[in-house]
């Protein structure tokens, strides 16, 4: 069942970042700023939070144990978001996962890829996902958090 909470059960939305992603703030702060990942998970949470809804995170470097994640949540969650990393434009293995799991997804990423490298450019999840968010950095999650609770709060959502 994917559809809104029912009874006292709160939305449950999934914060999924993929490789290298637990490094935020450690390097790179022209590209991707000093923020950490547990700042953004704080501010998920808390974007969430406001709105009644409850937030599981989870990081990997592993594509499997990130398709794993989704599998074994499908039934729990209501909504994804999710910044995959470099596997955004990688992996069909992913992308079938987002697909098969048939919850509305919101696509999140600090920078903005369009602006970089060419491989950048494609996201092979974007076409399963409900939208993207990019180049909008750490305020770029609350955004993808209202934009999805907007998304479920709809008539007829899934
Ligand atoms: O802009 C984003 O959020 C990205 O998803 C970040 C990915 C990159 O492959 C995507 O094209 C865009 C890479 C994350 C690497 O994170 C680092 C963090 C600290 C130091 C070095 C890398």
Same mark, same amino acid.
Request: proline fraction near 5%; charged fraction near 15%; charge should be negative.
């Given at each position: 069942?994917?559809?809104?909470?029912?009874?006292?059960?709160?939305?449950?939305?999934?914060?999924?970042?993929?490789?290298?992603?637990?490094?935020?703030?450690?390097?790179?702060?022209?590209?991707?700023?000093?923020?950490?990942?547990?700042?953004i998970? %704080?501010d998920v949470?808390?974007a969430?939070?406001?709105?009644? =809804?409850? !937030?599981?995170?989870? +990081?990997?470097?592993?594509? @499997?144990?990130?398709?794993?994640?989704?599998?074994?949540?499908?039934?729990?969650?209501?909504?994804?978001v999710?910044?995959?990393?470099?596997?955004?434009?990688?992996?069909?293995?992913?992308?079938?996962?987002?697909?098969?799991?048939?919850?509305?997804?919101?696509?999140v990423?600090?920078?903005?890829?369009? %602006?970089?490298?060419?491989?950048?450019?494609?996201?092979?999840? =974007?076409? !399963?996902?409900?939208? +993207?968010?990019?180049?909008? @950095?750490r305020p770029g999650y609350t955004a993808a958090v209202?934009?999805?609770?907007?998304?479920?709060?709809?008539?007829?959502?899934?």
């Amino acid at each position: 069942m994917t559809g809104p909470a029912t009874g006292s059960r709160p939305l449950t939305l999934l914060l999924v970042h993929g490789p290298n992603l637990n490094l935020l703030g450690e390097r790179k702060p022209e590209v991707y700023g000093t923020t950490t990942l547990l700042d953004i998970e %704080a501010d998920v949470a808390a974007a969430a939070g406001a709105r009644g =809804a409850a !937030v599981l995170s989870f +990081q990997s470097n592993h594509e @499997g144990a990130i398709i794993d994640f989704l599998h074994e949540h499908r039934r729990l969650a209501n909504g994804v978001v999710i910044n995959a990393g470099a596997l955004t434009h990688t992996s069909v293995a992913l992308r079938d996962a987002i697909e098969a799991v048939n919850l509305p997804v919101v696509e999140v990423h600090i920078s903005n890829t369009h %602006a970089r490298e060419g491989f950048r450019h494609v996201s092979l999840i =974007a076409p !399963v996902c409900l939208g +993207q968010v990019t180049g909008l @950095g750490r305020p770029g999650y609350t955004a993808a958090v209202n934009l999805l609770l907007d998304h479920l709060a709809a008539p007829g959502a899934s």
